[in-house]
Each structure stands twice: as C-alpha cells, then as structure tokens.
C-alpha cells in the first residue's frame, strides 16, 4: 500500500514548486529588457551605428594587442640592459673586495673613496672591517644600489650604519636583509663560488614603500679568512619611470586612433548608408503611389551610378504603371460602354423573343423549338451583360455594399427554396445544418445571396446527383457557411484558379444551367468586399467544399473560420488513402440518417430538404478507389494567391463614379 504522499504524488495533485516561480521569472526577465528594448530596435534597425561599432571594437582589439607587444618588448629591453649593466658594476665591485683582500689583508682606510688599504700589519677586525667596506662601497651608489654584507647564518635585520660589530651580523645601506634577501638566494650565493643574482623586492627601513630590485651576490672572504656573502640591490626606479612613460605615450596614441578610426568609419558608412536611406526612403514614396518622385544625383562615383539606376528603374516604372493604368482604364470603359450600349438593342430583341415566344404554339416543332431556344439564350446573354457590369463595378471600385443585420438561415433558406427544380433534375438533396441557433452577422443581404446562390447551384451542377449539405456555424466574431458536395471534386492546385474569370476545370464540359462564368468571381469580390474570405477545398471524386467567412460585425477583422475548410469527411480524415481500409473493404460510406448524426450532418441538428426522385437515390458519399495513393494535406487557399482567401479590409470609403 503506498503512502499518501506517493499516492498524491502519481495522482499529480502536488503542485511543481518551481511552476509558481516561472511567473515571476519571466516577469522580471521582461522587466529587465523593458529598458534594453530602444536601444536593441536602434541597433537592428541602424546600419551606421552597427558598423562604427564594429570598427570601434576591432580597433580596441588591435590597439591592445599592439600595446601588449609593445610594452612587452621595451619591459624585456629594459630589464635586459639593466641586468647586465647592474652584473657588470656588481662584478667590478666584488673584483675590487678582492683585490683588497689578496693585498695582505690590511685594514680598509676610512677616508679613502678608492678602495686602498693602510699599510699596517696588525690583525684586523672582521666586524670592523666588514662595516668600513659596507659604508665605503654605498657611498658611491646612493639612490643607485644598496650594500648588503651577510655571514653565512647571520642575516639579521640591523640599522643603515650596520650597528652590530660581531663578526656574524649583517651590515646594510639602509635596507632589512631579512626581508629583502630571500633564503633560496642566500643559499645560492653559499654553494656557489660565482656571482649569483635575483629579482627581489626591496625593504627599507625608512618605511618608504617596497621597491623592486635586482639582487647579485657573491661569497667572498675577509682578511681572517672568514666568508662573507656580499650583495648588490639595484633598484629599478628608472626603468619604472621610462616604462610608465612608455605605457602612457602608447595609452594615449590608442586612444586618438580608436577616435580616429571611429570617426572614419562613421564618415565613410555615412558617405554609403545616406543615399541607401534616400533610395529607401523614395521606395517607400513610389510604393505609395508617389511615382515623381526620384534621388538626387551628384558625382561619377559608384553610388553616382547606383542612383542613376534607381532613377531609371523609377521612370520605366512609372511609364509601365502609367500604360497599364491607361489601358485598364480603357477597359473597364469599354466594359461598361459596351454593357450600357447592348442594353438597348437587347431590351428591342427581347420583346421581339417574347412575341414570337408567346406565339411558339402556332409555329412549326422547328419554329417554336428555335423560339425557346432564343428565349434561353437571351436569358443568358441578359445575365452576362449583367455580371459584366457588376465586375466593372468592383474593377473601377464603385461597388457599394449596404450593410445591416440579417440571419443567414433565412438567407440559406430562400437560396435552397431557389435552387429546388434544378436538384430535382439532378436528382440531389440539399441538407442544411447548423441551423438551429441564429447566425446574425452585418451584411448586404443581396450579395450574400448570391453568393450562396452561385455555391449552392455549383456544387448541384457538379454534385454527379448526390446530396449537397450546407453548414452555419458562429464564433470568435465571425459568422460561416459551407457548402460541400460529392461529386467530381477539384484537382490539386485547382482551388486556387477556381475563382478566376470564365474558368472551367473542364473546358470541353457544357454549362447545363446557363452560367455565365463569372459567378464565382463575382463571389469572392462580394466577399471581399464585406472584408471577409471565400475559400476552396476539394479532392478528386470526393468532392469539395466552398467557405464564406464574414465577420459579424462589418468593418472588423477575421482572424478565424467557425467551420474547417476541409470538412470531416474527407478522404484524409477518415483514412481511406491507406491500402486495406475501409475502401479496401469495398464497403462504401454512407451518412446515417438525415438527422444530423452522420457524418453529413456533423452532429448538429438541422432540418432536410429532400426531393423524392423516381430512380434509386446513388450513395451520399462515394466509396473510394482501394488503390488510392496517400495525399498529403492541401495547402490552405487563405495562403494562395488568387484563390479568394487573402483577407480584404472593410473599404470605409468608395468611389461613387458612374459606370
């Protein structure tokens, strides 16, 4: 049996203590880039800025590395001459120590700066004469070097005049042996028969701040024959001075040259960057719609030709748009003209046709059948010159949409009441569902309907005689209607050309109803212009679907469908692409019944208009080839161009003009 806090730690009762902090990290962390946020835009968004920046930093580089060799190189000079400057006078003073003990080991003369000795012969004192050397060879280095005598095991600290008279203490110039003369150093000096040196730090006893120095050592013996180790400390003040001086010079030449080169780099990014923000600056001007405008040009130079460029691009530029602008003008003038001008001699011709039409009955079959079919064409040729006004309309935009709220199911309704004789001699059904909550949106209840009457009829048309549902659906500010049919289906990348002018997926299939060809044009410029979508999906033999989105509220944005684009029963989404499913079986797909559980219905209530039809009633939804190779997802239309999915603003203002 486990333990309560087991059992609630499986059951994920206990809470993450770490969850309760992410909050307030990521809320500190957006604190914390609040202020860098100005200065991180100016940095993207600056070219100018980028490069001087850059050039400041790699001149910082190299002027440090520079200044790190350099110094380097005078710091080892310096040193180098020292230290054999300093060996030398070393050696020529224990050569000199030397010569006076050799000399008979007489006593030092006090007087004496030359180093000489008396001429007495009684024994010398070893403290006595240790002191006497210590002070008369310091005298002529002070502030140079100091003197420091020590016996082996007598490097005791003692005054600056070498105070101690035994023969084992030590004698200075002024400095503490103790701390100045390193132990390994004295050892050195006391194995060794030659000079020995050190770099050493120097203590006075002052209490004048430590000093570095260069220790050299030798043992030599007194005129006793006692050892005494001998040292010089040369201090390195001057060579200090010339190097600071040296760092100093170098500092200050780094610095004129990291200005120096900023201020270059700044001169020259600028001489680049300011006719690139003039030539985008003038872009962004002709993108608008200001096409006069153009660089100024100065010089021979490369950016001299660059802006010549541009201003020649512009001028073709504005040549081109002006010619395309004329001759789109031309025409939807003759568009227009030519639709104004037929509605005269057609309005003659159609009263001609429905003389001879009433009259059909007291004419020859062949007479009377020509009489029909001049009626039906003469429909056609009025709903031609119709359409081809309204699409001059939208081309010049002039169109104008009168907006105010309606419910879409009466709309729906009206369309489907509309298209009953042409189901019925296609032998379809057309469902509606999602009809049982109001779908109110702020639309033109004219271009809605016919909207859905050009889907509705379309999908009849191309339904192969199966049912046609049409689905609404509310939500997230948007209102919908699909209308999705079984029949033949559109191929890939005919979803997005299904909207263009008097296309036809089949050009060699006759238009049974008498369309025009711009219906669906028509439709998505309707759409448009409510600032909503109109979109296409479709697969071969499974049919397609038409979505109308529009917003509820005229003048918003769309950001969501209430309804997918693909619906739920297409063949990817019930799986049927694989070999060894369900239309492998050889069992077709049938909805359960009409209402609303299957998968026509979509699980939502609704109501049925069903036409009674003498023959056999084919499948809803057709079975599908086993064979069938896997697909994968379409792209969706609101991504293509030229499909009627791109969302168009709400037009606040129009133009009026008379077409």
Not at 174 to 197: N, W
Not at 359 to 365: I, L, V
Not at 535 to 562: H, I, K, N, V, Y
Request: hydrophobic share 40%; glycine share 10%; aromatic share 4%.
């Amino acid at each position: 049996m486990r333990r309560p806090y087991e059992r609630e730690l499986l059951e994920g009762r206990l809470a993450d203590p770490m969850r309760g902090l992410l909050p307030v990290i990521r809320s500190c962390v957006r604190w914390a880039r609040r202020p860098l946020q100005p200065a991180s835009r100016l940095w993207r968004r600056n070219l100018q800025l980028r490069v001087v920046a850059f050039t400041l930093l790699m001149s910082v580089g190299v002027v440090l590395l520079l200044g790190f060799v350099v110094i380097g190189q005078v710091r080892n000079g310096l040193l180098d001459a020292k230290e054999k400057a300093s060996v030398k006078q070393a050696m020529s003073g224990f050569s000199l120590v030397q010569n006076m003990v050799t000399q008979g080991g007489q006593e030092l003369d006090a007087t004496s700066t030359g180093g000489q000795v008396g001429g007495n012969d009684k024994q010398i004192d070893s403290g006595t004469w240790i002191t006497q050397l210590t002070q008369q060879l310091s005298s002529g280095g002070k502030g140079v070097y100091w003197i420091v005598a020590l016996s082996p095991g007598g490097a005791e600290d003692s005054g600056p005049q070498g105070g101690d008279t035994s023969p084992r203490g030590a004698r200075t110039s002024g400095v503490l042996p103790k701390k100045t003369i390193s132990p390994a150093l004295s050892s050195a000096v006391d194995k060794s028969a030659g000079a020995m040196k050190q770099y050493t730090t120097v203590y006075t006893d002052d209490g004048e701040p430590p000093r570095s120095a260069l220790a050299v050592g030798k043992r030599i013996t007194d005129p006793n024959g006692r050892e005494v180790q001998l040292y010089y400390l040369f201090a390195f003040d001057q060579e200090q001075k010339t190097l600071g001086l040296v760092k100093g010079t170098l500092a200050t030449a780094g610095i004129f040259v990291v200005v120096l080169l900023g201020a270059i780099a700044w001169l020259v990014t600028r001489q680049v960057v300011t006719p690139v923000r003039m030539a985008a600056g003038i872009a962004e001007r002709l993108a608008a719609g200001r096409l006069q405008e153009r660089m100024q040009v100065s010089g021979e130079d490369d950016i001299a030709r660059l802006g010549e460029s541009f201003n020649k691009m512009a001028q073709n530029l504005q040549v081109k748009i002006q010619q395309m602008e004329d001759l789109s003008r031309m025409q939807r003038r003759f568009v227009s003209d030519v639709s104004h001008e037929l509605r005269t001699p057609l309005t003659t011709v159609r009263m001609a046709a429905d003389v001879i039409h009433d009259a059909r009955s007291d004419f020859d079959p062949v007479t009377a059948r020509s009489a029909e079919l001049l009626q039906n064409q003469l429909d056609r040729f009025e709903s031609l010159l119709s359409d081809l006004l309204e699409i001059s309309r939208f081309d010049a935009g002039a169109a104008e949409l009168s907006a105010e709220p309606i419910d879409l199911r009466e709309v729906v309704r009206r369309v489907v009441d509309a298209a009953e004789p042409l189901a019925e001699r296609k032998g379809s059904t057309v469902l509606i569902r999602g009809d049982a909550q109001p779908v109110v949106a702020e639309a033109d209840p004219r271009r809605v309907e016919r909207v859905l009457r050009n889907l509705v009829v379309n999908a009849i048309e191309h339904g192969e005689g199966r049912d046609v549902v049409v689905r609404l659906a509310t939500a997230d500010g948007a209102v919908a209607v699909a209308v999705r049919d079984y029949g033949v289906g559109l191929k890939p990348g005919e979803a997005t050309r299904v909207f263009n002018r008097f296309w036809r997926a089949d050009p060699a299939r006759a238009r049974t109803t008498g369309g025009t060809g711009l219906g669906l044009s028509i439709a998505v410029e309707d759409a448009r212009l409510h600032g909503g979508w109109l979109q296409a999906w479709g697969e071969p033999g499974g049919g397609s679907q038409f979505r109308m989105t529009l917003p509820r509220t005229a003048g918003d944005s769309l950001r969501t469908s209430p309804l997918p684009l693909e619906p739920d029963d297409s063949r990817r989404n019930r799986g049927l692409t694989a070999p060894g499913g369900a239309a492998a079986a050889g069992s077709p797909v049938v909805p359960g019944p009409r209402d609303g559980s299957g998968p026509a219905g979509n699980g939502a209530p609704g109501q049925a208009h069903r036409r009674d039809v003498g023959s056999p009633r084919p499948p809803l939804i057709p079975p599908m080839p086993s064979g069938a190779p896997a697909r994968p997802p379409t792209a969706d239309p609101a991504a293509l161009p030229g499909s009627g999915a791109r969302v168009v603003g709400h037009r606040d203002a129009v133009r009026k003009d008379e077409i």
